[in-house]
């Protein structure tokens, strides 16, 4: 069956470190990925769109890799900040529709 | 205004009422989706429309209906709410499919 895996234990963090969410799926060839940010009673927010052709994908502090042999997109938060604490959505071009994993909470301790 | 808006923000609904929620958006774009949220589930397609007057069935559609008449505006419409109708109910838009989404600020709606 086709799945998309995000690790449901938050993510706990100091300010200033990096925050690096996976992403992996089972049984989907997307040509792409994207990954969103959801604050707690709002809607998901995009963030970051990535390419089967890419590897890596930059905005700002932010971070995307996309690795279609190991079935992963890691999402990485450089010098992370208390504000950057959010759930983080990924989400693949599956069955001709957009798929999302269930997300994974990120805390940046001060 | 700028975006997608969604009404009501939130509802309490009797089971076996009819309800709708709306959806509007100012963006022009072609593409138009409905999600519900649950808690453990994430975010799960209900119902799509590629463009106005066309409308598809997603990974949840039983229970629910839509319209597409014109661009703009994509209703849900819950013919006969039902407990496990209970959910956070999100609307998004792209301008082609496939695109990123732009997601409105959701409905809270519980079923009793």
């Known amino acids: 069956s086709q799945k998309i895996e995000q690790n449901s234990e938050a993510l706990n963090i100091q300010e200033g470190k990096t925050a690096t969410l996976t992403c992996n799926y089972t049984?989907?060839?997307?040509?792409?990925l994207q990954w969103y940010r959801q604050d707690p009673g709002r809607g998901p927010v995009f963030l970051l769109l990535?390419?089967?052709?890419?590897k890596e994908k930059r905005k700002e502090r932010l971070k995307v890799t996309f690795d279609t042999t190991l079935k992963q997109s890691l999402f990485h938060i450089t010098a992370s900040q208390p504000a950057d604490s959010a759930t983080y959505l990924c989400?693949?071009?599956?069955?001709?529709?957009?798929?999302f994993g269930k997300g994974n909470q990120v805390v940046v301790i001060p | 205004i700028a975006g997608i808006t969604q009404a009501p923000t939130s509802q309490i609904l009797a089971a076996g009422r009819r309800m709708t929620l709306r959806c509007t958006q100012d963006?022009?774009?072609?593409?138009m989706y409905w999600y519900r949220q649950d808690l453990g589930l994430g975010l799960r397609l209900i119902h799509y429309?590629?463009?106005?007057?066309?409308?598809g069935k997603g990974e949840v559609p039983d229970g629910y209906s839509v319209s597409r008449a014109n661009t703009d505006d994509f209703p849900l419409t819950l013919a006969s709410a039902v407990p496990s109708q209970t959910s956070v109910y999100f609307c998004?838009?792209?301008?082609?499919?496939?695109?990123?989404?732009?997601f409105g600020p959701g409905t809270r709606l519980t079923v009793l």
């Open positions: 990535i390419r089967e052709n890419e």
């Open positions: 998004a838009s792209s301008d082609r499919d496939y695109n990123e989404q732009f």
């Open positions: 049984n989907y060839s997307p040509a792409y």
């Open positions: 429309s590629n463009t106005a007057g066309t409308t």
């Open positions: 989400a693949l071009d599956g069955n001709n529709r957009l798929a």
């Open positions: 963006m022009r774009h072609n593409a």
